[in-house]
């Protein structure tokens, strides 16, 4: 038994004379002494420590056999969850006015029609109930709920077709919350509402500016006043948007949700994410303080401060996981509202990334996205973060100036984050999730 080529080895500052190992493909944690981990570099080790360390990935008999496992690591997920994954454009219209978003330069009030989201069902979702796959929608926009009787007209087909075949089939909404009343949402419960994720930029003043309605009114007291119609009935999920300028403020709005009665257990998740680049051929650079590296000094600081501040207060964040460009996913795919295929929502201002279309079938992507090439290569394969990496963005890829076949490689951001992620997690198990 040897130790896995995916670990980070971390000095246990708190217990002089233990380091901590952890896992980037198991997301395992051990504390082990001294003289432990020189008898697992000695080989000398006892058996049942040898299994124990075995059984969460910390050791591994065969360091190419590992390496021939993570080559194929992608496709075995994939293969195991059998579900077919879908997001559903179903416009690009909105009722705010976010200066920031990714969308701003080719979203133009476009709805799909009924014929297009006929063909949705018949060609690709359809099929995968037939074979017996569960499947699972993702309603997306501009706003989905302002194309809401299409909506139900997706949802309630499927929902039919897949208790028939005796499948599963969930859908989430990606919606700004401001229509998402507790009636709409007792609509929807039973077409397989599962989850919401919503948006909240910071506190007040940050939010209202960041996500004003069309008018220029502000959004927060809409959004929020719904939260609290909504949160026993489905899973909900906050997201935030920081910039450069702002992000300090931003655990001031978590101080006004719990001052407002909404306390950690009613929430899925928080996580605050920084502003993205606009997408899009036109797009131009703009001033909202985004990312278009998660190396930038100000996110490494921003990263690890939020999710501090969120878990201290108990709510829940994500756990560090494997992670993967979704665009490595055969079982995923995005349908934008005129028919045409992507692999990711960012692309869809770049035309010339489209994979094919509900009329026209999917096209071969193996080249244009680099599929099996990308990561595959001796420097990612042997990186300790490849299982939480895989190659990273595409999209900041390509903002960069370079090609979404080029690596955005995150080895400086995991050096300098990961540890005090790990042991964010440690402080805190019980809000992670």
Known sequence: MQLSRYLRVYSCKENPGNSLIY???????????????????????????????????????????????????????????????????????????CPYCFEGDFRRKQKMTDRTAG????????????RGRSIHIDFYGGEPLLTLQLLK????????????????????????????????????????????????????????RQRPFTSGRGSFGTIVANLKEIYDLV?????????????????????HLLADGIRPEMLDLVQFSPIMPKSGDDAVPHHMGHCATGSEPWLLEAGPFLREETLRRGFPARKISMSACVVDFDNDLIVNWDGSFYK????????????????????????????????????????PYLPICFG?????????????RDLDCRRDYFDTLLESFVLQEQRYKSAIR
């Open 23 to 97: 896992s980037t493909r198991r997301g395992s944690l051990a504390r082990i002494s001294d003289p432990l981990l020189e008898a697992i570099h000695s080989g000398d080790l006892d058996t049942v420590t040898t299994e124990k360390l075995a059984r969460i990935g910390i050791l591994v008999p065969d360091p190419d056999a590992e390496l021939e496992e993570a080559r194929g690591l992608l496709s075995d997920v994939a293969a195991r969850k059998g579900l077919f994954n879908i997001t559903a454009v179903l416009n690009l219209d909105c009722n705010l006015a």
């Open 119 to 130: 063909l949705l069902i018949e060609r690709q979702i359809l099929p995968q109930v037939e």
């Open 153 to 208: 007209g997706i949802a309630a087909p499927v929902a039919d077709a897949c208790r028939e075949r005796g499948v599963g089939f969930t859908f989430d909404l990606f919606t700004n919350c401001t229509l998402l009343t507790r009636k709409v949402v007792e609509d929807l419960l039973p077409l397989g509402l599962r989850g919401v994720r919503m948006t909240l930029d910071g506190p007040r003043e940050i939010h209202d």
């Open 235 to 255: 899973a909900v999920q906050i997201t935030g948007n920081f910039g450069q300028d702002n992000w300090r403020e931003f655990p001031r709005l978590l101080d």
């Open 344 to 383: 990711c929502p960012m692309f869809m201002g770049y035309p010339e990334l489209s994979v094919g279309t509900l009329e026209d079938g999917m096209a071969d992507y193996g080249v244009t996205h680099a599929i099996g090439s990308r990561w595959q290569t001796d420097e990612c394969l042997e990186c």
């Open 392 to 404: 990273g963005c595409r999209f900041l890829a390509l903002q960069r100036g370079g090609s979404i």
